[in-house]
């Protein structure tokens, strides 16, 4: 069974980066995907990546944040540049086997496996 286990949130200034791994997506998935869950709103999908490593991203991320993937590891990875206060969020990953290319879209119930999420907290 597929287990996703996300590292490398953590508090950081506005205007700094971080990196986010999420090692475990066993045989190849369809598609990969990054989202976020602030405190008292929905989850949001912020970055895709499927098997021909055609990508997508939210608009507030655009230019900022980059998905990408190193399948023979086994790990998804996600590069936040220029954070800003409202990136504020859990994120977790999540992996997408029978949803086709419609994961580009980045709806959560496309996606079938989930990781326990990380914290990642910008300071103004």
């Known amino acids: 069974q597929v287990q996703l286990v996300e590292s490398g949130g953590g508090s950081v200034q506005a205007g700094g980066s971080l990196r986010l791994s999420c090692a475990g997506y066993?045989?190849?998935?369809?598609?990969m995907g990054w989202f976020r869950q602030a405190p008292g709103k929905d989850r949001e999908g912020v970055a895709a990546?499927?098997?021909?490593?055609?990508?997508s991203y939210a608009d507030s991320v655009k230019g900022r944040f980059a998905i990408s993937k190193d399948n023979a590891k086994n790990t998804l990875y996600l590069q936040l540049n220029s954070l800003k206060p409202e990136d504020t969020a859990m994120y977790y990953c999540?992996?997408?086997?029978?949803?086709?290319?419609?994961?580009?879209?980045?709806?959560?119930?496309?996606?079938?496996?989930w990781g326990q999420g990380t914290q990642v907290t910008v300071s103004s």
């Open positions: 999540a992996a997408s086997w029978y949803a086709g290319r419609r994961c580009l879209g980045r709806i959560r119930e496309d996606y079938n496996v």
């Open positions: 066993g045989y190849s998935p369809y598609c």
């Open positions: 990546i499927d098997r021909d490593v055609i990508t």
